[in-house]
């Protein structure tokens, strides 16, 4: 192995530990369990929220808002219904539902008036809930535009990748297009191989940089089929299934794009493990004309290929 | 073709496919259809909603508010209107509409109360509606802060491309301008010709960079006409109007600029067909000093020209 | 004039157009008038509203804020005050200001109730008034939030500039300092003297740029004297107070550095006119360790200076 | 001292003046006090706001709201709370209780409407108010966005900053990680020595750059132990603890990353007082493979080490 390998390696981040699993995951998250970051830290549950799906994001605002109502109605029970006015007291199932929509009624702010606080006590916990929904609801604004102003670059990966005939040899390709309705421009790529092998008798990993046939394109208007040409100073040289196989080899992927919404530059990425590399297969074309003249690009067909 | 051309070609990811129509749109949008691109997911819709104009975008806001308003009244008829204080349950008409409003007061948290919620099915919907109200609001927001701050260029370009005299030779030249208040520094300029031809017995796109006199200026302060000079290695060299005419030629324009009051980088795209090229004709002057002496641009002279 | 100067001239984007007035004022805006812009276009509006100065901004929303509810007042009238319950019709002041009120309770969305539309016309207006407020409300937070976290860079510049000894010969100079609590970092300047000449018996400005002893800090921590040496190879060396006055000189500066808050890169642009340099002047030392040790920097004396 | 060093140190932005504190603290803030910043600018105040602890941040709001609502009630008391309809006017506190939890109903616009203004000059009040609290609100929506989505690195550093045996020599060492749960990509360090000395014969304060191992790292997935081998070249080469400490040697770091989440470019700064630098002590590693075979990193033993 030679130093500019062994630099590449080092300057990746990951060291040479060699452990068991995929380093990258498809979807471009890390197999890295960080201890002592504490959950609850404010930051880490902004980022939380920022990134859940969005079904989660609203059954946790959802559970929350039942919660917290559930919370303050207890508390208008504890001081009393009868410090409610508009509200005739019954049993204690009743007073809760009454004080629960009480309460429901004073976060958001909407505040009918039908049921009203009138003691001391009722009117201080219904004012420090009304700037608490307040603030809330200051704080779920800022999530809402942060979950969808966040520069994501929804880049779609084939499921595989393939070594095909290139030029007179052979290349490791894969196909990425873009999944969004905006336009990604200067997007830019590159591609590391990771192989465990034995140094001084011990297992380590190594990281080595695959150099590409165009590591920049202007537009990523349609696919674009990034090349790994396997010829002459290619660490894949010589190489076969096997080898792979046995290295647990790993290809990470990262891509760099500016998004033209928000003119924000973007990451993505994303990696194949070597039970994802086909050998002897290409590529069909995603693109076609079609009766009007226009172009088509069917991003269903991303990963369809035929053996060669 | 040389190599250099071909690698221009591809780097631009554009593809060589000879389809009939412009490649990209005066106000820089492409001509691709992309397939399997949902149009439901929510990154997208907001997208959408983001870059659409200002009177769909106010149209829409307004009459999902109808819609939703409508589905609860609905919602609230079902229950009863009975179970609503402050309403004298009338005709099926009266009724819809008390509930209707009831509805838009929950939704809006104005909630003033003559009409409030009594049964607790009847609280719990205008419960959750007013939830729904306040996230719908936020998104609302987040929509409107988006519309205003993204940093879009509103750059203006000559309706027209001309080829003008150009020190001893010709040049293709076109002209921009800053459309608004704000200040445009460090712009950049790139313009690609793209233009049909026969390749091996079959037609292909090929594109080739055009070399400007000037790539860069400080700020966009008045006007900027970009000047390519048709000279020796022009590919524009030796063609005639016809030849642009039969080759469907294209001219691609991409601008990239920081905005001065979000200090952001944007971009912008444009493009030329051969019908927009007018030959023999040079741009009049936008600039003049007047009567107070000072300098004054008239952006709506920006297509002005005369014949030489 | 060689090459050089002539590129950097045209670099520029201000044209050579010799008007009487200066190009850039002290607060880095242009006196260009560019007609053709409408002012009532949405961005320039936004553009405006997150610009102008605090007290204009408050006095525009508070004037809004009257005016809106004036004119739904008016509607409210028009329908009839009777058609908002607990309203008793009076005088028609006394109506219009009950109609007054009741709008701002609804625009606002605080909706007492007291005064509640009870018809449908009254429902309606109330409904889309509250609907409006929301908006409105909602483009108020976006301005808000724009207004603050908008990256300018409050640079402070020395308000004159000297002329002072510098190594063997001398200087031209000026000082900088951060008038905001933020750091800034990686701050980069770049100096251009514009000066008019008579070239081919017609009078034009020329650009130029002067060269810096230092053109990059890493940190502006402290105050900044940026200096140009009037050494070999500087368009100034030679010239006399009178040559400058005579040209109507300017000396423009562009600052760009990086606001730590945000990380984001800002720009900040003023000049100097002939008027404001001082020659055989040399500024005054801004910091000092106070008595318990601390380094200490007086912005208020940015311009102190003394004759040499 | 050669005129690299002298060009590095005037470059820093700190100037040469020998202070007897420590010029960066090891949060990254400088010991510099500027006179002549206003406090109640409204962009410092905002700057405050956004950076201070959440503990801080949420007593102000609160502590605000009480303030806000007793001038409001105190007024409301002037005009007299008979002018407020659903008040008994009872004894003072009383009354001041009452306008106090009307003024709390106004501002969040929450408003229930058993109390609610009937005179013109009350509900002049109120109207004012409801606007007001809006745009408060509005203000707080943008604190906490501002808050949440600053790109803020929660760079650890190991508490130590050790001199390690390192190749055939030894090296100054410290170790970083990233704090949150988001990605750190593109991570780039430079490391500054700022020492004292007499020059001729005054104290000074001189800056030297340190050269690192390796300047950039694409992931901070693990950790990262900075290395500056003391090799030939260093300004550190044979010197003694006591040396840096007469100097009141200071190891200053800046970290240059950019944060996966939004993208954009995050700055860290950090500083080792002299009397934190260990001699002759390695870091442990921080880093195994679990039970399962996954990689583990443990951030509260950032700065475990052992003597050599």
């Known amino acids: 192995m030679n130093n500019l390998r062994s ?4 300057e990746l981040g990951f060291g040479k530990v060699a452990n068991s699993e995929r380093i990258m995951n498809s979807d471009g998250t890390t ?20 990134t859940i799906s969005w079904v989660r994001f609203l059954m946790i605002i959802f559970i929350t808002y039942l919660i917290v109502n559930t919370l303050f109605a207890l508390i208008y029970l504890w001081i009393g219904v009868n410090q409610l006015s508009g509200v005739v007291p019954g049993s ?28 001391k006590l009722a009117n201080a916990v219904a004012a420090f809930e009304s700037l608490m929904g307040l603030m809330a609801f200051a704080l779920a604004t800022g999530l809402l535009y942060g979950r969808f102003s966040r520069p994501t670059a929804a880049i779609l990966y084939s499921e ?11 290349g490791l390709m894969f196909r990425i297009a873009n999944a969004r309705k905006n336009q990604l421009i200067e997007v830019e790529a590159s591609v590391i191989l990771s192989i465990k092998s034995m140094i001084n008798g011990k297992e380590q990993r190594s990281f080595h940089n695959l150099e590409l046939e165009l590591k920049r394109i202007n537009f990523l208007a349609l696919s674009w089929t990034i090349v ?8 894949i040289l010589g190489l076969t299934k096997r080898d792979l196989e046995e290295g647990k080899a ?15 530059q973007i990451y993505s990425r994303s990696s194949y493990g070597f039970d994802q590399i086909l050998w002897g297969v290409t590529f069909n074309s995603v693109i076609r004309i079609n009766a009007e003249g226009k172009t088509e690009i069917d991003l269903d067909k991303l990963n369809d290929h035929t053996a060669v």
């Open 160 to 170: 595989n990748c393939v070594v095909a005939p290139y030029m007179e040899n052979s």
């Open 228 to 235: 790994h040409p396997i010829a002459e100073g290619s660490p």
């Open 92 to 119: 204690g199932l009743h007073n809760f539902w009454e004080a629960f929509f009480f309460s429901s009624q004073s976060i958001t702010t909407v505040g009918y008036g039908r049921v009203a606080p009138v003691s």
């Open 250 to 264: 790993e290809i990470l992927i990262l891509i760099k794009a500016i998004d033209d919404t928000y003119a924000t």
């Open 7 to 10: 630099s590449s390696e080092r």
């Open 31 to 50: 197999n890295i369990i960080r201890k002592g970051i504490s959950n609850f830290n404010p930051i880490n549950v902004y980022h939380d929220l920022v």
